[in-house]
């Protein structure tokens, strides 16, 4: 019975996900508003497999509408959205469009002057989860600056954060800007990617003011639930390891697995020298080429059956595997203050800080950027 009733409040609760992200409409769902726009324009598209609309993809739903689509430029992961992380994606020809394929995560990140000189206007639409090192943001940047630049109409479909729920981590510092950190921001931000496009504008963060318009959300706040429909990453399968991975990818700049190379990535974590009656074997696979501590057991922590999502950032997984290392020189590699957007974070971390003592040290220039976030929010 007990049995039962498990399965009944999983069904309950799945029938509630599903009714509450059927109730937020997209801006991509939005096509009155914005195909006016783009009548009788030569368009450009930033996207992805998550540029979806109703079960259709952007690219094909555009052009039954007979909208003149020139090119698609395509972020990290490319336009299939199956490619490693940080894998090298090269340009390439859409099999069922035949549209060119520009990659913004090959020999450039920034769309060109001459990928740029046959385009009136670019549409934005990729699901983003709403963390710093997430890197569709930073693509996001590039396509704003190229556009201010070659005076092009920037439209941005705007999609729900499902991190949107809390502000939290360092606030990234100027010497540690890279692509996985282009702004002064926390790891977690609390904005959509409509409202962060709008930051990026007014706060100056590129060379010249990008002319921008969002196609708002419908039915959205920031404490609203949303399920993705599309995994937006090889490694992002589901809800729970989205939820997981502002805190999970930390370890990224550590000689901890995350699960890439196993079924579960970003929703449990090992290593070889850890202790522990859980265990998981990263295998290279799709998605996960030559993952961390390939073809050996990792002892670690599950974190799938958590009963509560995470609105903070999780340290104590990171301190505790960091003091049970039995060789802490080899514990962080050169990638970790990226992620982390400064060097002080590892350096707490090593001199033993409590918790609860480097969370503090955050909240200055966190109550800072929240100053700086509410001006350019879009929902309550």
């Given at each position: 019975m007990a049995k039962i009733r498990q399965i009944i409040c999983l069904i309950i609760l799945s029938i509630i996900i599903d009714t509450n992200a059927q109730n937020i409409?997209?801006?991509?769902?939005?096509?009155?508003?914005?195909?006016?726009?783009?009548?009788?324009?030569?368009?450009?598209?930033?996207?992805?497999?998550?540029?979806?609309?109703?079960?259709?993809?952007?690219?094909?739903?555009?052009?039954?509408?007979?909208?003149?689509?020139?090119?698609?430029?395509?972020?990290?992961?490319?336009?299939?959205?199956?490619?490693?992380?940080g894998?090298?994606?090269?340009?390439?020809?859409d099999s069922k469009t035949k549209l060119?394929?520009?990659?913004?995560?090959?020999?450039?990140k920034k769309p060109s002057n001459d990928d740029l000189k046959d385009i009136d206007i670019i549409l934005f639409?990729?699901?983003?989860?709403?963390?710093?090192f997430y890197t569709y943001i930073s693509t996001l940047h590039y396509v704003m600056e190229a556009a201010a630049e070659n005076n092009i109409e920037l439209i941005v479909l705007d999609r729900?954060?499902?991190?949107?729920?809390?502000?939290?981590?360092?606030?990234?510092?100027?010497?540690?800007?890279?692509?996985?950190?282009?702004?002064?921001?926390?790891i977690v931000y609390g904005m959509t990617i409509g409202e962060y496009a709008k930051m990026i504008n007014g706060e100056k963060w590129i060379s010249q003011k990008c002319n921008l318009k969002v196609i708002k959300l419908i039915g959205y706040n920031h404490d609203s639930h949303y399920d993705l429909p599309i995994k937006p990453s090889p490694n992002l399968p589901n809800s729970r390891?989205?939820?997981?991975?502002?805190?999970?990818?930390?370890?990224?700049?550590?000689?901890?697995?995350?699960?890439r190379g196993t079924n579960f990535p970003f929703q449990h974590f090992g290593a070889p020298y850890l202790k522990s009656n859980y265990s998981f074997i990263p295998k290279s696979g799709k998605g996960s080429k030559f993952p961390k501590h390939e073809n050996k057991k990792c002892y670690g922590s599950d974190l799938r059956f958590q009963e509560n999502y995470m609105s903070n950032i999780n340290l104590v997984w990171l301190i505790n595997c960091y003091n049970d290392c039995p060789n802490k020189k080899d514990f962080f590699n050169s990638f970790?203050?990226?992620?982390?957007?400064?060097e002080k974070l590892r350096k707490q971390i090593c001199e033993g800080?409590?918790?609860?003592?480097?969370?503090?040290?955050?909240?200055k220039d966190l109550d800072k950027f929240k100053k700086i976030r509410v001006k350019y929010l879009l929902y309550d």
């Open positions: 409409t997209t801006g991509a769902e939005r096509v009155n508003k914005y195909l006016s726009l783009i009548t009788n324009k030569q368009v450009a598209i930033v996207g992805n497999h998550t540029s979806m609309l109703n079960n259709v993809h952007l690219v094909d739903s555009l052009i039954s509408h007979k909208i003149n689509i020139i090119k698609v430029f395509s972020p990290e992961h490319g336009f299939r959205g199956n490619e490693d992380a894998a090298y994606i090269k340009d390439d020809i060119p394929i520009i990659s913004l995560y090959g020999k450039n639409d990729i699901q983003d989860v709403g963390v710093r729900p954060n499902p991190n949107g729920h809390y502000i939290d981590g360092p606030v990234r510092e100027e010497n540690y800007k890279s692509f996985v950190g282009m702004h002064p921001v926390p390891s989205i939820n997981l991975y502002p805190s999970l990818c930390l370890f990224e700049g550590t000689n901890v697995s995350i699960g970790f203050d990226k992620l982390a957007g400064n800080k409590e918790t609860y003592e480097i969370v503090n040290s955050w909240q």
